[in-house]
């Protein structure tokens, strides 16, 4: 087993996909739809990596890149977006 994942993505199928992949490669999943529930997991519990989409309906994913930088995290962090260029690059300015 490779370790703990966190995938948030508010799409529900690319959500469920992730997650599989994950699962088959050696990853126990745990899924967030929400910003709010992103941020609620991450207060409770840790993960060995996070996948994380941008664009999380009305609010953005750059608020749980703020978060786990208030918590000193150091867990890999793999961004998937549609979002355009310059929500891409403000997210890695963050990181």
Known sequence: MLGELL???DAK??????RKIATRVGFRT????SVGEALNLLRANSFDCIT???SLGERSGTEV???LA?????????LISGSEDDASEE???FG
């Open 13 to 18: 199928l690319h959500l469920s996909i992730i």
């Open 65 to 67: 890149l703020i978060l």
């Open 70 to 78: 208030e918590l000193k995290s150091r867990t890999p962090v793999i």
């Open 91 to 93: 997210a890695l300015s």
């Open 30 to 33: 745990t899924g967030a739809s």
């Open 7 to 9: 995938s948030i993505d």
């Open 52 to 54: 994380l989409d941008l």
